[in-house]
């Protein structure tokens, strides 16, 4: 298959074969890819149509994405504040213009003073110019969304968006891409691993200590001071205890910073359900394995 296999063996030590192969990936997977790469896995469609959050829901759902829907301005507040409660956020959230009830633009606003962090959001609608363009900039959508609704179109939003993102952080490089004084947990069973992770971590002028199983890392977690961790990166496969577990076990704790510290899972699988399940555990975001520091920066950006 034009493929090569190496193999390094040394005494008391073991031995790693490693196999290297040119493959290409399916194209559904090439779709849900894009997402995962941009850290993007649970929405908010916000549409007085059923229909129109219905076909957004199966063509998201379709790419691995997971979305809620809300059928007026109220709904969507409630949903955005229980995630919060949570300790979560939407990746992004799509409002419709008019609706009954506070229109899109209010709601937008509404969720803006909320929130601590930046969440980005589109605009529904059936209508285009200036007027509408203007209003959406002031209520600070990150753009408008055409109806009827594409996958295509909103992934085209997104790359646009992800530019945009990408020019800022090259321009505010210090405070965005930069880890520099940063101190984290490191939940991770193998030794070469963390010792990479640290190491990538040194070179960015960040500091951390290793787990090395899910018990441990909650130990640790609960042993230090709440703020003494900036964030847990958590491997999901551990022997004793996995990382979901850990994870669950770390948001119980009666202590301020038990809910609200981030959690990234690092896991060789980055399937929409994996991401799920990462989620469900509490976990605020995932990292796909082998780790790679850009994509380290860029998803520690969203909670730091």
Not at 2 to 24: K, M, P
Not at 245 to 273: C, G, H, Q, V
Request: glycine share 8%; charged share 30%.
């Amino acid at each position: 298959m034009g493929g090569t296999i190496e193999v390094a063996s040394e005494v008391d030590h073991g031995t790693i074969f490693t196999a290297e192969l040119e493959l290409r990936i399916p194209e559904e997977m090439v779709a849900e890819q894009f997402w995962q790469e941009c850290g993007i896995s649970h929405i908010l469609a916000v549409d007085d149509d059923q229909a129109m959050c219905g076909n957004i829901q199966i063509r998201m759902q379709d790419v691995g994405v997971s979305t809620d829907v809300a059928y007026s301005g109220e709904e969507a507040l409630e949903k955005v504040k229980r995630m919060a409660n949570e300790g979560g956020q939407y990746d992004v959230i799509l409002l419709d213009w008019k609706m009954p009830g506070i229109d899109g633009f209010e709601t937008a606003r509404q969720i803006r003073s909320l929130m601590t962090q930046h969440i980005p959001m589109f605009l529904l609608t059936a209508c285009d110019g200036e007027e509408v363009e203007k209003e959406a900039c002031d209520a600070e959508f990150d753009g408008l969304m055409e109806k009827p609704f594409f996958v295509t179109a909103f992934k085209e939003k997104i790359r646009c968006l992800r530019t945009k993102c990408g020019q800022m952080q090259h321009t505010e490089e210090k405070t965005i891409g930069n880890l520099q004084g940063l101190y984290f947990l490191i939940a991770e069973d193998n030794e070469i691993n963390s010792e990479i992770l640290l190491e990538l971590l040194h070179i960015d002028g960040a500091d951390g200590e290793v787990a090395e199983n899910g018990r441990l890392a909650v130990e640790r977690f609960e042993a230090a001071q709440p703020g003494y961790f900036d964030a847990v990166l958590m491997d999901v496969q551990m022997p004793e205890m996995n990382g979901y577990e850990a994870t669950k076990k770390i948001r119980e704790l009666d202590r301020s910073d038990a809910k609200t510290i981030p959690i990234i899972a690092m896991t060789a699988n980055a399937f929409a359900e994996d991401v799920k399940d990462a989620r469900d555990a509490g976990m605020d975001d995932h990292i796909a394995k082998p780790v790679d520091m850009e994509i380290i920066r860029n998803v520690l950006s969203k909670y730091l």
